[in-house]
């Protein structure tokens, strides 16, 4: 019974652990390194960024379908204003800009107008990505248009002499905005009530917390954090193009859901997101090593995030 | 079918046992209650004769033969009906459809639905059951409660291969109005008087002596009491549910009004409701009546902003209140204690803590910010103990415990600012007898701390033994005010139909 308790509690950590196991034994001279882990690190940094703060949102039941294209359209707006020469923080800062606009536009749709969340992001996706190729023209800005700058960024890290090891940018600021999420979501009464709306929206309401003007703020930092993770991706391969963001929403919501399954009931957590970001990093790290298909990787990616969330749902069902 | 038993019938959930033993003997042209607290095993014993739930030990007889049969379709096919608490109509429904759900429908050359057929035959069942007032092809929404609960039970009339023999009632009466009970009573009876089985479960004595043949009372999963109901007497009953001497009477009021105002209601419309003038003192209770659906809602929905006045004025403690939205209302010291416990009140998955919480973040914070978790241990604490809270910490989930002590939890929250005026609607549905007392309690100590209580209740009884004076509502308007503690129910009730028939 016990052993059971633990497995129900444990699960996804468990099989994590079997993963990292399952690689070691099959990649033993490069799997675990910590030069690998800390270049899955800098790998899963822009997932990583996306799916905490999509928790936000997730927390109050509700999801943002458009943070992907949110993110190729910051990389855009920033690498535009780049190639007409205005300075890098300038570039940031609009690109930071419009996600917070584009997250307050999810928001005000979501929440004043009452759309489905499903359905407003799925619009604004369109919208984001839309607008991207617009501004962009639909070509890949590159080349000398990105400062180096900010494509060095991207490059460089905090070395550490003694064990030759470099951490990278992306990783620390992947981890900074963690503790930024974590902070809100667990320390702030915000976080407490954002929790509240996603316990029970209408006993929120009547218990007197401004559920609209919550939700409009929780998908602002959503959008904030999607254009966040699209500059860090234009940093690191020194270029934008209106598509480098697709692959993110579907992973960052896999993530989300794979950390649901570790939490009491089912409520997301941001450090929980966090070992879903790692469990999808490493597998994708190991197999590419261990010159699995791509395709065969997705499928087996997909299943494995089926598994630990029906195994979950079964468990806590009997409970 | 002439006579349904089951036998040692025995449940247990992991190392809880629901029902140990029991047995029940019920007999055709019989209504049989089923009593007990909340949690003493009541709808346990009615998920497993429904199929839902599978019993460690069962021996099903019907007229003395014994039944293995576990699944729902099954049973169904024996003729039994389960009228629950919880309605399950599909609002977005016409009536017709919405009977029709358990049964194929009706077709025409055996492939277009016959809707002329699902018409006649649901409006006929209505008609078996003397309702009249029904029209099916109306939309489910556009009923009342008690109207949805009468469209359930005449759609186990439908006429189909098998003939109704069991009706099981799980607190029908919960959500219903007096009047419209007395249908539904008159709607039973015809029932029984056709031979079927009742088997009926209530929290409420007065219509438990009045239709009920037999009682049987659980207490802790365990029978302890099997009688035919003009041998017994409400003390008894109450007895045996709570196993002590406990009066259903109400406690006195101890408590002296005081002559400050805390609201003064003056003329005020909402898009809902006209006509509403009260002022209520320091200390003082205020009952709400009325036929269900007359607007008693929406005076909590004005008090706490959720509708906007249109017109009039309220002062609260003598200043001007125009609450846009229920954090007004809690940031003035009003308190309130929604109707659906499970819907509008609690966070079911989350803990104690966070649902005592909820409302008070503002004040439970440092910076204006940060959460202040020493602050949220000690208030949760407190009023847990106030309200006599049965719970094994503040992290546990309210889902977890019992329909009293979730209750409880409702009101801890809603003391937890010591409010100026606390707005309780249905505060005791659903509740046990020994938790509603401790309700009446705290709605006393409070009284004497000088906050201005408004009760809405569809007990009458309840509204008789709390309230100072009582509005009494109309068709979404102010019908009158009784002022006089010592009106009699009879006096309230011709005042409800007196207002009916105007």
């Given at each position: ?10 699960g996804t950590?468990i ?5 990292i196991i ?33 928790t936000?949102v997730m927390?109050m ?12 359209l ?6 535009v ?33 009452g ?10 996706l369109?919208?984001?990505?839309g ?5 962009s023209?639909?070509?890949t800005?590159?080349?000398?248009d990105?400062?180096?700058?900010f ?6 890290g905090i070395?550490?002499?003694?064990l030759?090891?470099k ?7 992947a ?6 999420v974590w ?6 009464t915000?976080g ?9 929206t ?8 401004k ?6 703020s929780a998908?602002a ?17 020194a ?10 929403m579907?992973e ?26 790692l ?6 790290n190991?197999?590419?090593?261990m ?16 598994l ?12 | 079918?002439k ?28 209504t049989?209650?089923l009593?007990g607290?909340?949690?003493a ?18 021996i099903?007889k ?17 003729g039994?009906?389960?009228?629950h ?18 049964h194929?429908?009706?077709k ?12 006649k ?19 489910c929404t556009k ?5 949805q ?14 003939t ?17 009970s ?7 009876n ?6 079927a ?8 004595m007065?219509?438990?002596l ?7 009372v659980?207490?802790d ?8 109901t ?14 002590k001497?406990?009066?259903d009477n ?12 805390v609201?003064?209601?003056?003329n ?5 409701i ?38 009039g004025?309220?002062?609260f403690?003598d200043?001007?209140y ?7 209302a ?11 416990r ?7 998955k989350m803990?104690?803590k966070?649902?005592?919480a909820t409302?008070?973040y503002s004040?439970l ?27 094994n910490?503040?992290?546990q ?10 209750q ?7 003391l ?5 005026l606390?707005l ?12 509603k007392l401790?309700?009446?309690n ?6 004497k ?5 408004v009760?809405?209740?569809?007990d ?10 009582i ?6 308007e ?22 009916k028939?105007q």
């Amino acid at each position: 019974m016990k052993i059971l308790n633990l497995i129900k509690k444990y699960g996804t950590l468990i099989g994590f652990i079997g993963i990292i196991i399952f690689f070691t034994f099959n990649l033993p001279s490069t799997f675990l390194t910590a030069k690998n882990f800390i270049n899955i690190s800098q790998q899963i940094s822009m997932l990583a960024v996306v799916a905490f703060t999509m928790t936000v949102v997730m927390v109050m039941n509700d999801f943002d379908l458009s943070v992907g294209s949110m993110a190729s359209l910051a990389g855009i707006v920033a690498a535009v204003l780049f190639s007409m020469g205005y300075p890098i923080w300038i570039g940031i800062l609009a690109a930071l800009f419009v996600g917070v606009i584009g997250g307050l536009f999810n928001g005000f749709l979501v929440s004043i107008i009452g759309i489905l969340p499903f359905v407003a992001t799925l619009g604004t996706l369109t919208m984001f990505s839309g607008f991207a190729f617009l501004i962009s023209g639909g070509r890949t800005i590159f080349g000398r248009d990105i400062p180096s700058e900010f494509s060095s960024f991207a490059r460089s890290g905090i070395e550490i002499s003694s064990l030759d090891l470099k951490i990278p940018f992306l990783s620390i600021l992947a981890l900074l905005i963690l503790f930024i999420v974590w902070f809100i979501l667990e320390q702030t009464t915000y976080g407490r009530r954002l929790y509240a709306i996603g316990g029970n929206t209408e006993a929120s309401f009547l218990a007197g917390i401004k559920v609209k003007q919550l939700r409009l703020s929780a998908f602002a930092l959503t959008g904030v954090g999607a254009a966040i993770a699209g500059l860090m991706y234009s940093s690191r391969v020194a270029s934008s193009n209106p598509t480098q963001g697709s692959g993110l929403m579907l992973e960052a919501i896999a993530a989300v859901f794979l950390g649901m399954t570790m939490s009491e009931e089912g409520e997301p957590r941001v450090l929980y997101t966090l070992l879903g970001v790692l469990i999808l990093g490493v597998l994708d790290n190991g197999l590419t090593q261990m010159n699995v298909d791509s395709y065969i990787r997705e499928v087996l990616v997909g299943f494995i995030v089926i598994l630990a969330v029906a195994f979950s749902s079964i468990t806590k069902k009997r409970n | 079918m002439k006579k349904l038993e089951l036998l040692n019938l025995t449940k247990s959930f992991s190392s809880f046992k629901a029902l140990s033993n029991v047995s029940i003997e019920l007999l055709s042209g019989e209504t049989h209650a089923l009593m007990g607290e909340n949690g003493a095993g009541k709808t346990t014993l009615i998920k497993v004769l429904a199929g839902i739930l599978k019993p460690d030990q069962m021996i099903m007889k019907i007229d003395n033969n014994i039944q293995n049969i576990y699944s729902s379709i099954q049973l169904k096919n024996l003729g039994f009906n389960f009228i629950h608490q919880e309605l399950n109509i599909v609002s977005y429904l016409s009536v017709a459809e919405n009977m029709f759900l358990n049964h194929p429908y009706p077709k025409k050359y055996k492939t277009i639905i016959d809707w002329n057929k699902i018409y006649k035959l649901s409006s006929n069942a209505l008609e078996e059951l003397g309702v009249m007032h029904i029209d099916v092809k109306k939309k489910c929404t556009k009923l009342s409660t008690g109207d949805q609960m009468l469209v359930k039970i005449a759609s186990c009339l439908i006429k189909t291969d098998t003939t109704p023999t069991l009706y099981v009632f799980d607190e029908p009466t919960a959500a219903l109005t007096l009047q419209e009970s007395e249908k539904l009573f008159k709607v039973i009876n015809n029932l029984k008087k056709k031979g079927a089985i009742i088997l009926y479960v209530s929290h409420r004595m007065n219509e438990i002596l009045e239709i009920s043949d037999k009682v049987t009372v659980l207490r802790d999963g365990i029978k302890v009491l099997t009688d035919k109901t003009s041998e017994l007497s409400k003390e008894k009953i109450i007895r045996s549910m709570v196993g002590k001497d406990l009066s259903d009477n109400f406690p006195e009021r101890t408590g002296n009004i005081n002559e400050n105002i805390v609201i003064d209601v003056n003329n005020v419309h909402t898009k809902n409701i006209k006509n509403i003038s009260f002022k209520i003192k320091a200390g003082e209770v205020l009952g709400i009546a009325g036929l269900s659906n007359s607007g008693q809602r929406e005076i909590f929905k004005m008090l706490m902003g959720v509708d906007n006045i249109a017109k009039g004025k309220i002062s609260f403690m003598d200043q001007k209140y125009e609450p846009t939205s229920p954090s007004d209302a809690w940031k003035k010291l009003i308190s309130f204690v929604p109707r659906e416990r499970r819907t509008e009140a609690l966070m079911l998955k989350m803990s104690v803590k966070s649902n005592t919480a909820t409302p008070h973040y503002s004040k439970l914070s440092k910076f204006f910010f940060l959460a202040n978790k020493k602050q949220e241990n000690l208030i949760t604490n407190n009023y847990s103990k106030k309200v006599q809270l049965k719970y094994n910490n503040i992290n546990q989930s309210i889902y977890q415990l019992s329909g009293g002590n979730q209750q409880k939890v409702v009101f801890s929250r809603a003391l937890a600012s010591n409010p100026k005026l606390l707005l309780l609607d249905e505060p005791t549905r659903g509740v046990d007898v020994g938790a509603k007392l401790d309700i009446y309690n705290l709605i006393i100590q409070l009284t004497k701390n000088g906050c201005g209580i408004v009760l809405n209740s569809s007990d009458l009884s309840e509204i008789m033994g709390m309230c100072d004076k009582i509005l009494i509502l109309k068709d979404h308007e102010q019908y009158k005010i009784l002022e006089n503690f010592k009106i009699n129910s009879q006096d309230v009730l011709a005042n409800f139909y007196e207002s009916k028939k105007q």
